[in-house]
T-cell receptor, first 114, second 114 residues
């Protein structure tokens, strides 16, 4: 069975500050890991994914995440927050080799303040 | 491509009524997923299809829920009879096996059962 844990249901940062959203996973097989973003009243959009290639993954909108097997983590970061980054962020895991069944975390709502 | 299309975007109905949600996946995609999103339970996978065949329906909450995929370009999720606790946002997503390991989500249907 696979699972992800997102620490912090709400994170608030100032505009221009570092964004760090935490995700830890549990998987009995090599995982694929994903970060999705959901803007209000919209569906989920893929930010980035880890599929067993480079451990540091760069995504859209300046976000990146690092796969750390020893820590079973896949934290999402962005050096400088922008107001437009305010949204809900979901970490997800699937078995390596397939994205056919994703297990999502509970989400982290990012608030960006002036 | 138009992306995943869902209809209706909003549905308000009374308890006991039948509700049908519709989804058109991205052309050529061979997996289709139905999710439910609530504040209490987050994102839950209800059922998914591969080449129009249901593969895993273990997430379907009870017999009141049913899903069909009569062809590669159309799927329905039906609730009969509906109950207030079914109020949620229902998302459809699709993916191409062997493709870029990304599930593409539709905009969702917000269901309110009074």
């Amino acid at each position: 069975a696979q699972s992800v844990t997102q620490l912090g249901s709400h994170v608030s940062v100032s505009e221009g500050a570092l964004v760090l959203l935490r995700c830890n996973y549990s998987s009995s097989v090599p995982p694929y890991l994903f970060w999705y973003v959901q803007y209000p009243n919209q569906g989920l959009q893929l930010l980035l994914k880890y599929t067993s290639a480079a451990t540091l993954v760069k995504g859209i909108n300046g976000f990146e995440a690092e796969f750390k097997k020893s820590e079973t983590s896949f934290h999402l970061t962005k050096p400088s927050a922008h107001m437009s980054d305010a949204a809900e962020y979901f970490c997800a895991v699937s078995e390596a080799g397939t994205a056919s069944k994703l297990t999502f975390g509970t989400g982290t709502r990012l608030q960006v303040t002036l | 491509d138009a992306g995943v299309i869902q209809s209706p975007r909003h549905e308000v109905t009374e308890m006991g009524q039948e509700v049908t949600l519709r989804c058109k996946p991205i052309s050529g995609h061979d997996y289709l997923f139905w999710y439910r999103q609530t504040m209490m339970r987050g994102l839950e996978l209800l059922i998914y299809f591969n080449n129009n065949v249901p593969i895993d329906d273990s997430g379907m909450p009870e017999d009141r829920f049913s899903a069909k995929m009569p062809n590669a370009s159309f799927s329905t999720l039906k609730i009969q009879p509906s109950e207030p606790r079914d109020s949620a946002v229902y998302f459809c997503a699709s993916i191409l096996a062997g493709g870029p390991d990304e599930q593409f989500f539709g905009p969702g249907t917000r269901l309110t059962v009074l």
